[in-house]
């Protein structure tokens, strides 16, 4: 299905409004989507940031009838959050705002899918703070990003020999990453650093 | 009136008083981080008693490390304020309506100079702001790095390897930055290229969004542009991406306001002389006209039109005119049609001064 607003991309987000007993639907490529969001144009439409976000239909009240059974979404066989008790219908309702850090992961499913929409990656590059220490995994990932685009550059300069410099390193720090992720089997030390020091 | 709102009316606003670099068509620029602590409820999931936890643990790490000048800072409660004084936040860009609008639970921090903010529990429980004039985002991201150094070392925020900084809305999630500059762009409103320009920046991921009004309403010329994506890119990444696009924007404005003077000189001459006496000599002005008018004045003091004219004057006129500003310089509310008498008052005043 084609996105409604510029007919080309494909539509990815589909949204379902009712109005006065009327079912309205739109869908929308993630782009247009993004730009009606920036315009502040889901406000007058009715839309609603979390049903853009994560995919959710909409309910109006006004139906009358249980929500729970005329919902067909996704993310609706998701549990609520073990720590604050959120459930995909307050995520709808606060407009796609999530109850507490765990939710992250409780609503996994549906937030990574949200993200590929949304942001340019899936992994955070950006600064670490005070307390988390310095994390193996992380600043691995950020120089192996930088590395990345370095080596790009340098293949369009055609400089060759610091390219080939440059891929070692690329190499390399996956290996290491590798490690990082999944550290080796229980040998000598314990208290291995698991490089996936959750907030929890 | 609240002594702190006394306060804050007689501080010029820094962010538009002092000089920055490429003010005459960058205003401002302005960074904010959004953090959470862990293990506690984001602010709309949280009792009253959470969020009354969070005022105090991220007042009491601003005060012990000194953030802000606390605790010689502005600290607001802003159920305590009346409308008109939560207003004036807003209009000083020193908190979101949202954040005014809340029950309690709320407390808003200001340094001294208004150039460094921190919102707890808006959206998420702190959203820590950096403004500064001109165009200078790496200076405001040293500024606002170190003050959340400051605050990180002293809080246990909710961070996640892979994700980073959790954040109450996933659009935030990563590093919580939104970087914008406020950019004055009559050249390109006046030379029909402004629709266009819109759609090429959002096609890079950056939003473009008119600074007074709403959506496509564009009163005063001002646009805001800022990064839309929060992850997957470090915060220079996203920096160093928004700076070209706006680089990019202050060359097509200039190129603009030359090809219309190249054009019709007597066009420009004629909007910048109408605004002036507009401003100089109306006695009713509503805020669209006011806006509009200062655009107008803005572009003939870069032009070099008026020499006596102070560009920050100017620049202070765009936040004084507004609704809650005037009201409390005029001690009591006004209706729509007094403030536009006050308002013309004003501008009268401000520009024969100048
Ligand atoms: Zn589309
Ligand atoms: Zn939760």
Redesign the interface.
Known sequence: MLCDVCKKNEATIHIKEVHNGKVVASNLCG?CA??KE????FG?LGFN?AEV?FNLGKLSASMGQADSQQEETRGEELPACP????TVG?VRE????????EC?RTFEPM?SE??GR???????????????GQ?C??TLR?EL?RRRRELEELIRREEYEEAAVCRDRINQLKKELEKCDHPAPPAAEPEKET?????? | MDPQIERLLGNPVSFLADSGPDEDIAISSRIRLARNLAGRPFPSAASDEALCEVCGLVSDAASASGALGCPECFAFEPETLTPLEREILFERRLASRDFLARNGGTRLLVSNDESCSIMINEEDQLRIQALRPGFQLEAVWEEIDKLDDELGSRLDYAFDERLGFLTSCPTNVGTGMRASVMLHLPGLVLSGRIGPTIQGVNKLNLAVRGIFGEGTDNRGNLFQVSNQSTLGESEMQILERLSNVIGQLIAYEKNAREQLIAQDQFSILDHVGRSYGLLRHAYKLSSEEALNSLSGVRIGVDLGMFNSIDIKKVNELFIAINPAHLQLSAGRELSAAERNVCRAALCREKLKQA
């Open positions: 782009e993004r730009e920036a315009k502040g144009e007058t940031l976000l720590v604050c008790g959120w307050k606060s407009g796609g705002r999530l109850g507490c850090p992250y937030i949200a993200l949304f942001q340019r990656g899936t992994i955070h590059l950006g600064k670490r703070p005070k307390s988390a994390g995994a992380s950020f990003e490089g996936d020091g959750s907030a929890d």
